[in-house]
């Protein structure tokens, strides 16, 4: 069973790029999905985006015009390309998956990692 480790994080100037990765689950490959996943401190954990194993896309509404989710299945990678980022995009960050649930639920993801934290100065 794959752990999922994410890592890129870091800080970053405002209008910055940086871009996560984490372990692809085996999940992606056969017939579950994974996402990346944010959570700021006293708030509720948000889907960012979600790929499934069909290649099928959802990305929250926030984030979908400059956030962008990849599998490179040969090096088996899942990516969270992130781009003129933003104060407001610091966060925690975290990759999950799940063994048959596609969507933006927070709450049907069965597995995750640790998360990495994104900072974002004005």
């Known amino acids: 069973h794959v752990q999922l480790v994410e890592s890129g994080g870091g800080s970053v100037q405002s209008g910055g790029s940086l871009t996560l990765s984490c372990p692809a689950s085996?999940?992606?490959?056969?017939?579950?999905?994974m996402g990346w996943f944010r959570q700021v401190p006293g708030e509720e954990r948000e889907a960012v985006g979600v790929l499934d194993n069909d290649g099928s896309f959802l990305y929250g509404q926030a984030w979908k015009d400059r956030f962008n989710i990849s599998l490179d299945t040969a090096n088996k990678k899942f990516y969270l390309q992130m781009t003129d980022l933003k104060p407001e995009d610091s966060a925690m960050y975290y990759c999950?998956?799940?063994?048959?649930?596609?969507?933006?639920?927070?709450?049907?993801?069965?597995?995750w990692g640790q998360g990495t934290q994104v900072t974002v100065s004005a």
């Open positions: 999950a998956a799940d063994s048959i649930f596609f969507g933006l639920d927070v709450d049907e993801y069965n597995d």
């Open positions: 085996e999940y992606i490959f056969t017939t579950g999905s």
